[in-house]
């Protein structure tokens, strides 16, 4: 049985909303002759931010893959596709904010970086765990949940206030 799973909605929730936070205002204070391209760059990068937070991983009864969008490969992300019985073990390794990430490590050395911000994890380690036998234990989200639920609700009164400001 095939099974997706998106990106975590408070991580591309938070993403957007800071984006749209911090770049509102500024078709608003171009000056005259640069609001066409402003505007346009708003817009531009408004589709990038959603385009590159909806990668997602797909599980099989063979297989685990993750898929980018265009635009995430053309920033350097790679799709890639592993078989479950090529998972050797997964690995941990600490990050400068003292969290942890966690890698696939395959039969033939190579990493892959565990998606740790995707909807329905628990679902998503407990298949994991049934194809690999892998004790899946430790792994957890890299950050906690409600730091993005606090991080888009900061933006979105960023963005009201922005409003607010410039309709008086």
């Known amino acids: 049985m095939v099974e997706k799973f998106k990106t975590l909605f408070f991580v591309k929730s938070s993403l957007i909303s ?13 000056i005259e002759k640069l609001k066409i391209p402003s505007i346009f760059t708003f817009v531009l990068g408004l589709y990038l931010i959603i385009n590159i937070t909806s990668d997602y991983v ?8 993750y ?11 790679k799709n890639w596709e592993i078989s479950w019985r090529d998972i050797k073990l997964i690995k941990s ?13 395959t039969n ?7 998606p740790q911000r995707i909807e329905n994890f628990e679902r998503f380690l407990s298949i994991v765990s049934q194809n690999t036998g892998i004790n899946i234990k430790e792994i957890s989200y890299i950050s906690p949940l409600w730091t993005y639920k ?17 309709v008086i």
């Open 150 to 166: 606090l991080l888009t609700t900061l933006s979105v009164l960023m963005v009201i206030g922005e409003i607010y400001a410039f």
């Open 58 to 65: 797909e599980t099989s009864n063979s297989k685990i893959l």
């Open 93 to 105: 390794q600490p990050t400068s904010q003292g969290s942890k990430v966690f890698y696939f490590n």
């Open 18 to 30: 800071l984006y749209l936070a911090l770049t509102i205002p500024m078709p608003f204070i171009a």
């Open 67 to 77: 898929k980018t969008s265009f635009i995430s490969k053309a920033l350097g992300r």
């Open 108 to 114: 033939k050395g190579n990493n892959y970086l565990i």
